[in-house]
Every structure is written in structure tokens, then in C-alpha cells.
């Protein structure tokens, strides 16, 4: 996640009135950060199936 997400999502979660809105924003920011993950590992494992031969 960028900074500016980060930043934002931590300054909302800190503004939020109810605890439903901060568990929200706090939740949000937990599914960015995999999905960040997750994308990372997709990249991976195209470059790696890109440079096996064997499964073309």
C-alpha cells in the first residue's frame, strides 16, 4: 500500500467517531495489505513460469 493510503486510512480510522468506523477502516487497511501481498506473489510466479521452459 502507498503512502498516502496508509496515511489516509490511519487518519481516518484515528477521526472515526464510532467503533464500527475504526473497525472498518482498520479491516480495509488489513485487506489492502494482502491483496498488496497477493498481487506480489502473482508477479512472482508469472516470472518464474516465464523463465520454466518446461511449462510453456
Known amino acids: 500500500m502507498d503512502d498516502w493510503t496508509k496515511a489516509t486510512i490511519d487518519r481516518l480510522t484515528a477521526e472515526?467517531?464510532?467503533f464500527a468506523d475504526r473497525a472498518l477502516l482498520q479491516e480495509l487497511g488489513k485487506l489492502m495489505n494482502e491483496?498488496?501481498?497477493?498481487?506480489?506473489?502473482a508477479k512472482a510466479e508469472l516470472d518464474g513460469?516465464?523463465?520454466a521452459?518446461?511449462?510453456w
Open 16 to 18: 472515526a467517531p464510532s
Open 35 to 41: 491483496q498488496e501481498q497477493r498481487i506480489a506473489q
Open 49 to 51: 513460469r516465464a523463465w
Open 53 to 55: 521452459k518446461r511449462k
